[in-house]
Nanobody
C-alpha cells in the first residue's frame, strides 16, 4: 500500500497558474498508475488526469490544454501543473495511486486532499 500526502493548494485569481504536489511513501516500486481527482462542494468526485509508467497521460476534457500531470518514472512525487485557472476549477484535489504488492495483490490509495480556490 501507499501513503499519499497532497500539498500546494491555494487561493488564486482567475487566469493564474498553480502547481500542486503529491508525495507518496510506502510501496513506491509497486505503483503502476497515479491520478488526480477533484471534488467541488455538493458534486461528485471527478477524474482530472492520469499517468501510467511516467509517460502515458490522459486528461478530462474540461482541463485539456490547461493542466499537465507529471511524475518521473519510479519517483515518489506526482504533480499537477494548472494554467489559466477558472472559477470552475475550485475544488478539493485528491491524489490517487494504484499499486501491486509482491503477491500481485492490487491496492488503490487516496490522499487527504488539498483545496484549490480560484477567485478574485
Amino acid at each position: 500500500q501507499v501513503h499519499l500526502v497532497e500539498s500546494g493548494g491555494a487561493r488564486v485569481p482567475p487566469g493564474e497558474s498553480l502547481r500542486i504536489s503529491c508525495e507518496a511513501s510506502g510501496n513506491i516500486a509497486g505503483i503502476y498508475a497515479m491520478a488526480w481527482y477533484r471534488q467541488a462542494p455538493g458534486k461528485q468526485r471527478d477524474l482530472v488526469a492520469t499517468i501510467r509508467d511516467g509517460e502515458d497521460t490522459n486528461y478530462a476534457d474540461f482541463v485539456k490544454g490547461r493542466f499537465t500531470i507529471s511524475r518521473a518514472s519510479g519517483s515518489n512525487m506526482l504533480y499537477l501543473h494548472m494554467n489559466n485557472l477558472k472559477s470552475g476549477d475550485t475544488a478539493v484535489y485528491y491524489c490517487n495511486a494504484d499499486s501491486r504488492d509482491g503477491a500481485q495483490k492490487s491496492y488503490t490509495d487516496w490522499g487527504q486532499g488539498t483545496q484549490v480556490t480560484v477567485s478574485s
